[in-house]
């Protein structure tokens, strides 16, 4: 199986499984980019995974189903074009011998959900989590629908996945995200080291996921809110009480992103 990124729109990525004949995409925006893939490498299109309902993400998948007669799986709690399977947490997603385990991660939408594949299945040999908009690169998606505790908890859920599973979200957020994290906590150096590689990644007009799950434990302010040097910057920033909980400090962590220029 090979994991391709395919660009669409100004920043969003659709993510591409292929076998060499067959293939399985996930958030298809919109459908040139992946006709033009499947053309390209003659692959047959097997199924359509859909981790949330903003239209960045569906505005495809209609066509796509209608010209290949693809399977769309996607979140129950939400409205996704029709006919789609609804998965919810502890569901499955079984395509071209794959098992995808089903992860319920609300806050930027009230049903989004992830697909997570673990290592080891049709030549996959490091675990994949597909997981929308609620896990960038350096940062974490807005809270649109959901409350700042369900989108820690969801963090949380993705963060407790093993430490090379490879992180495929659905923006190229990377770099803003990251110029945010160092505000929050310059002195990282593991933070530093990322930022240089991402920008050389970019300067060569390359993406800069998938990211692996290790990686973000490290650099990541909204995995790292309970993290000493994170919990001060936002309770200086936010002019919190020594007393402010949890989920008092990512809220304010979150809404100290919205507001950063």
């Known amino acids: 199986m090979t994991l391709v990124p395919l660009p669409a729109f100004a920043d969003n990525y659709i993510w591409m499984l292929q076998d060499g004949s067959h293939a399985i995409v996930v958030d298809p925006g919109e459908a040139k980019p992946v006709f033009d893939a499947l053309a390209r490498a003659h692959l047959q ?47 499955h997603a079984e395509v071209l011998g794959l098992r995808f385990e089903v992860l319920d991660i609300p806050g930027h939408t009230a049903g989004h959900i992830a697909f997570f594949l673990p290592a080891g299945a ?11 908009d609620t896990l960038f690169s350096g940062g974490c998606g807005r809270i649109f629908e959901g409350t700042p505790t369900q989108m820690l908890a969801s963090l949380d ?21 990251l110029r945010f994290a160092q505000a929050v906590e310059p002195g990282n150096a593991d933070l530093t080291q990322y930022l ?14 998938p990211s692996q799950l290790g990686t973000e434990r490290r650099i990541n302010p909204f995995l790292r809110s309970r993290e000493a040097t994170v919990h001060r910057a936002v309770r200086a920033r936010a002019e919190l009480s020594a007393a402010a909980d949890e989920v008092e ?12 220029r």
Do not use: M, S
């Not at 979140?75 to 399977?85: I, S």
């Not at 049709?122 to 929308?132: E, K, M, N, R």
């Not at 996945?161 to 803003?176: F, I």
């Not at 991402?198 to 800069?208: D, F, K, M, Q, S």
């Open 157 to 177: 859920a993705l963060a407790a996945l093993p430490a090379d599973t490879r992180v495929c979200c659905g923006h190229e957020y990377t770099l803003a995200n």
């Open 45 to 91: 299109l097997a199924a359509i995974l859909v981790t949330h309902h903003h239209a960045d993400h569906t505005g495809g998948v209609a066509a796509l189903r209608e010209a290949t007669g693809a399977q769309v799986f996607g979140p129950a709690g939400e409205t996704v074009p029709e006919p789609c399977t609804p998965l919810r947490q502890g569901d």
């Open 122 to 132: 049709a030549g996959i040999d490091t675990p994949l989590v597909f997981c929308g």
């Open 249 to 260: 400090v990512f809220a304010a962590l979150r809404q100290w992103k919205n507001d950063f």
């Open 196 to 209: 240089a590689h991402c920008e050389a990644v970019r300067a060569r007009g390359e993406p800069t996921l």
